[in-house]
């Protein structure tokens, strides 16, 4: 989990509580505080990290970005506590379930073809009320059939073999955003298997402004990758190519426009996964 100076201590109390008090308990809790953030956020985490063995804090002096913070802890990992199977992610203003942890991890046991994991996940407000939920594919090659055109696992529900990153492969740590779609396409096309668990296991906050945020450089970002996977998996078509420049044209309109337009690409995606 990574802490920013623009974490709201609420939310960020909220996240952290649903991770320590999960079912399941053998695990590290890594948090990487990412550049300067205030004083009360500082004291709570410090205090945080006397009472509870199981919690690590990373200080970075200066803002290194999501993905640079999640390769260097998955190095870390590797470097200190290579035994460890699992690598999990989360943000800091979510809320992950209880069993959130327990659910996925026995998913692996039983499914050890499949090396990232992902779950459904319901959208809340800044009050925590549900606003909606987001459904994505469950079997692998259903996850890889639409991603061309989306990125099918949510990333902060995500849990990953650490034999992943044993093999070389990490997050792309340039980009600010839209890591996770990057390496979801390497990991396709180098033939990992990919599933989600069509439980909502964790509640995504979606703030007033989450349109606003999906602002110039994310949307040419998606529009990158969407190509990176094409080339990746060989899946150019006339359709994939048009979605990509519909989403693209779609991102930079004003944000009424790009609220509508997230809203009824979830409803048709809802319509069109269906989790027996």
Known sequence: MGVYSSDQINWLEQA???VVNQTYKNFLFTIVIDGHIDSSMSDYLGDLSLEHDNIL???SEHNRGLSSSMNFVIDWMLENN???KYFFRMDSDDISL???FEKQIAFFEKNLNVSVLGTSLVEINEKGKKVGKRKLPIA???VKRILPRRCAINHPTVVIRTEVFMAGYRYRAELKNTQDYFLWAELSAAGYRFANLPEALLQFRRVNDFYKRRGLSKSINEFKA???V???LKRYSLGNVLYALTVL???LMPAKIVKLAYKLDRYLLNKRVRHE
Do not use: Q, V
């Open 140 to 142: 692998d090659h259903e």
């Open 249 to 251: 044209l779609l991102r």
């Open 16 to 18: 952290i509580l649903s």
């Open 230 to 232: 094409m080339k990746k």
């Open 82 to 84: 290579p035994k460890a």
């Open 57 to 59: 804090l990373i200080k």
């Open 98 to 100: 209880p069993d959130r």
């Open 226 to 228: 969407r190509f990176y």
